[in-house]
């Protein structure tokens, strides 16, 4: 009887929060309250300065004095200590640890089924059935149950979010379409629910199609890597082997030029050694003629002095030094021979090994569109040390103009011959190196005038002074685009190509990949237009050169 008494959890209940008392407290009535609610509770009364009890409606004047309730106290503590112990445990809940339990089930605590939007509560099978029977609620909406029920009821309201404002792009009560949102593009959830559903089996369509897509590339992907690592071990394989056959082929070689070189040398010392021993018996055979030479002499008897002069042996016929080498470097012809063979070779490791390495080597993508020329523009200037004495350089070494024959008052006869001859303006080109490198990948453009060439090189390209003696294009040091009155063409290695321009150009444009070797040169107007396009393999660092040979001639560099 005891146990049954102290498990009614309403005997000992605070009337004010409906829980178990917390710091029960008796007042003068004999009901007893948790400390914390009675003391908010008449804290609300003092301006009236009579205080109630919130059960039994009895009046206090003044303010009861609030004193513990020890017994109370103590019996709560051993029914709370009862209930812990007889608890079962919480996986033993019918609903679960990720379930939605019901909010009428007392004791242990069902699963529910279903929430009720207008009842704001969740309810088990058993709870449900009157929602299902009573007309009484009929009318009230149920949906699966959930556990954030007060996300679903307008806040200002207190309705049911039924309605989409399409204005404001939210979920609003059918007050909110009369109050707030007046005026706005509404639907119903419903139909709203149904378009955006619409729309997210397209996106899902959509990303199913992008999946496979990426899946397909990723194999794609997949497969030039695996074709990269054994191309690139194919080519790993295949430098070692021409390497080996290289370096054997070179100790080949050495060891002959060796041998060659020695025999040369056991030959030539035979000749000097057998000439040496014919020197040394002449001298000997001349010391002994010059003593008898030196006996005759003292002879007195005239008779006697030209006897036995007729009777000297005739002078043996001297050697002559011309047989033998006399020059130390006998062999230089053969060596040069041999040293134009290995230059051969080493002109091999830099053109034709780099032309191969590249087959193996994924090249960078070239640019299409001037904004991306753009990105690799260099800053050019005109080098005042590296330029034709008829050529005036301006703003800032950026210009190049051609000096008129009449301007020209400090240069000598055989210039004006060889440049000028009766013309006012030169029959050769007059050409100009610009001072910075080109390495990497450069873009640059230059506005044009009159019969003119720009053009890249090498900068140990023929030179003498300031003038440079080479035309551009005219040999394997320089390419070179050029304007020759009503033509256009490119040049290389003394080569011509005409490019039938009808319209030429005033700005060009030029782009140079060195690593990948190539040239391009492009026509600058609202667009870019490809006049010529060079693959080649450029083996020292470029300059850019420009050239002009006609009164009009003009190039300026432009600042990209």
């Known amino acids: 009887m005891a146990v049954a008494f102290l498990t009614t959890q309403d005997s000992f209940s605070c009337s004010i929060c409906l829980d178990l008392l917390k710091d029960p407290v008796a007042i003068p009535c004999g009901h007893s309250f948790c400390l914390g609610c009675i003391k908010d509770c008449w804290d609300q009364d003092d301006q009236k300065g009579v205080y109630s009890c919130p059960q039994c409606r009895h009046t206090f004047t003044p303010r009861p004095v609030l004193n513990k309730n020890s017994l109370i106290a103590e019996m709560v503590g051993k029914l709370k200590k009862t209930r812990l112990q007889a608890a079962p445990p919480a996986a033993a809940s019918p609903a679960g640890s990720g379930g939605v339990e019901c909010d009428f089930c007392t004791g242990t605590k069902h699963t529910a089924v279903k929430s009720c939007l207008v009842c704001l509560a969740s309810f088990c099978e058993a709870h449900i059935q009157p929602h299902y029977e009573s007309p009484a609620f009929k009318k009230h909406k149920l949906v699966e149950a959930s556990m954030n029920l007060q996300e679903k009821i307008c806040s200002l309201h207190d309705k049911l979010l039924e309605v989409f404002c399409r204005t404001d792009q939210q979920c609003i009560c059918l007050l909110c379409v009369m109050d707030k949102h007046s005026g706005h593009k509404t639907v119903s959830a419903a139909a709203e629910r149904a378009e955006k559903q619409n729309q997210l089996d397209q996106n899902r369509e959509t990303c199913k199609k992008t999946i496979q897509q990426k899946e397909k590339d990723v194999q794609e992907l997949k497969k030039v890597m695996v074709k990269v690592r054994l191309s690139a071990h194919a080519a790993v394989e295949d430098s070692e082997k021409i390497f080996t056959e290289l370096i054997q082929s070179i100790e080949r070689r050495r060891s002959e030029v060796k041998e060659l070189i020695r025999a040369q040398e056991k030959t030539e010392l035979s000749l000097a050694e057998d000439l040496l021993k014919k020197l040394e018996q002449e001298i000997a055979d001349l010391r002994r003629r010059d003593a008898d030479l030196k006996q005759l002499s003292y002879t007195e008897d005239p008779v006697q002095f030209l006897q036995d002069f007729q009777s000297l042996p005739v002078l043996p016929q001297s050697t002559n030094l011309s047989s033998i080498n006399m020059n130390p470097q006998f062999s230089i012809e053969f060596l040069k021979k041999m040293v134009s063979e290995m230059k051969q070779l080493n002109g091999f490791s830099k053109l034709d090994l780099v032309q191969i390495f590249k087959v193996h080597t994924v090249q960078p993508v070239e640019p299409k569109i001037r904004e991306e020329f753009s990105k690799y523009s260099c800053q050019l200037t005109l080098n ?125 444009g030029v782009y140079v990949d060195h690593s990948a070797g190539i040239l391009s040169f492009y026509s600058i107007t609202d667009t870019m237009t490809l006049l010529h396009r060079v693959q080649t393999t450029f083996t020292q660092p470029l300059y850019a050169g420009f050239g002009m040979k006609s009164k009009e001639s003009s190039v300026k560099i432009c600042d990209l």
Request: aromatic share 14%; with cysteine.
């Open 384 to 508: 005042p040390y590296m330029v034709h004495e008829g050529l005036h350089l301006s703003d800032g070494n950026k210009k190049v103009n051609l000096i008129p024959k009449r301007d020209c008052k400090d240069y000598d006869r055989e210039y004006f011959r060889d440049y000028f001859g009766n013309h006012s303006y030169p029959k050769k080109w007059c050409q100009v190196l610009c001072s910075e490198p080109l390495s990497g990948r450069c873009y640059w453009e230059a506005e044009v005038k009159g019969n003119f060439s720009i053009a890249v090189l090498y900068k140990d390209i023929s030179l003498e002074g300031k003038v440079i003696q080479s035309e551009f294009g005219s040999n394997n040091q320089s390419w070179s685009l050029a304007r020759v009155d009503s033509e256009l063409y490119f040049r290389e290695n003394r080569g011509k190509t005409n490019l039938g321009v009808r319209s030429f150009p005033s700005k060009i």
